[in-house]
């Protein structure tokens, strides 16, 4: 059983930039793949971006293409989404997930799940 928790999120203007950390616990961490999803009320979840086990592989979502960046350090079970020239269409409650494979996510299919932490951007 792998537990996630969230942080980081938090208010900033548009244009400006914001990092959300998951760290990872129970479990071998570098056997999953790791992804970042989002979600406003209303709409469905929306894949952001996702790193495979030992983070030689980035895939991203096109809305945050060329914007965000994910990475992941294994020693520390840690993954982290840095977000930078925020948009108000950004605003989502961000969750981290951890799967078998950065496929698998990018399809929505994700083993676990974190509780998700809220990033707004204001304009």
Partial sequence: QVQLVESGGGLVQAGGSL???CVASGGTFS???MGW?????????????AIS?????TYYGDSVLGRFTIS??????????????????????????AGGSSA???SNDAAYWGQGTQVTVSS
């Fill in 72 to 97: 992941r350090d294994n020693a520390k079970r840690t993954v982290h989404l840095q977000m930078n020239n925020l948009k108000p269409e950004d605003t989502a409650v961000y969750y981290c997930a």
């Fill in 19 to 21: 990092r959300v950390s």
């Fill in 31 to 33: 056997e999953y793949a």
């Fill in 37 to 49: 999803f989002r979600q406003t009320p209303g709409k469905e979840r929306e894949f952001v971006g």
């Fill in 104 to 106: 698998t996510l990018r």
């Fill in 53 to 57: 086990r030992f983070g030689g592989a």
